[in-house]
């Protein structure tokens, strides 16, 4: 079965922290990977995605992947308290991403 | 363009009834997709649609979980009859292609199966 693991959480951090985010998968097959922020109570929007192994950067947020490890990671620099939520990881399986349980984020003023 | 639109934004109904869940993709997304998140199981995937027919279902739990897709613009998800195990939140998501580099997901639906 194809999954997505993300440990719960909470992770807390200081404000202008940086915060990592990490995630593992279990399909060796998957070629896409997704980070979606959801804050409580709303639907989960897509952060950023990543395909290639390494890092890719968009301003305050960055992917690492390593597909010999099935590893994934989210880094957010200066970490804002406006970040708290729940950051979800997914693969693409096919067509469908397979979502982790996330991970909560709390930063701290 | 007004994004993915579900109906009702919450609905609470007793157990044994009939819920109808509506959704609205956003137009010319060729892929819609019904996720269910509760806080033990997270968000999973119950079916998806390609051009309104619908390709994978195996995510639906049980019989009394059916969808359509009578045309591009509308889907329904009906669960019936409905159980308290059944009470989560139900998401639908479009995507333009089938890599999913932009999946957009509606404000999903509050069921309450007392």
């Known amino acids: 079965q194809k999954e997505v693991e993300q440990n719960s959480g909470p992770l807390s951090v200081p404000e202008g922290a940086i915060a990592s985010l990490n995630c593992t998968y279990s399909?060796?097959?998957?070629?896409?990977f997704f980070w979606y922020r959801q804050y409580s109570g709303k639907s989960p929007e897509l952060i950023m995605f990543?395909?290639?192994?390494g890092d890719k950067e968009d301003g305050r947020f960055t992917a690492q992947l390593n597909k010999a490890s099935q590893y994934v990671s989210l880094l957010i620099r200066d970490s804002q308290p406006s970040d708290s939520a729940t950051y979800l990881c997914?693969?693409?399986?096919?067509?469908?991403?397979?979502f982790g349980k996330g991970t909560t984020l709390s930063v701290s003023s | 363009d007004a994004g993915v639109i579900q109906s009702p934004r919450h609905e609470v109904t007793e157990m044994g009834q009939e819920v109808t869940l509506r959704c609205k993709p956003i137009?010319?997304?060729?892929?819609l997709f019904w996720y269910r998140q509760t806080m033990m199981r997270g968000l999973e995937l119950l079916i998806y649609?390609?051009?309104?027919?619908?390709?994978?279902d195996s995510g639906m739990p049980e019989d009394r979980f059916s969808a359509k897709m009578p045309n591009a613009s509308f889907s329904t998800l009906k669960i019936q009859p409905s159980e308290p195990r059944d009470s989560a939140v139900y998401f639908c998501?479009?995507?333009?292609?089938?890599?999913?580099?932009?999946?957009?997901f509606g404000s999903g639906t509050q069921l309450s199966v007392l």
């Open positions: 998501a479009s995507s333009q292609t089938d890599q999913n580099e932009k999946l957009f």
């Open positions: 399909d060796r097959g998957s070629q896409s």
């Open positions: 990543i395909y290639s192994n």
């Open positions: 997914a693969s693409l399986a096919g067509t469908a991403l397979i």
């Open positions: 137009s010319g997304h060729d892929y």
């Open positions: 649609f390609n051009n309104n027919v619908p390709i994978d």
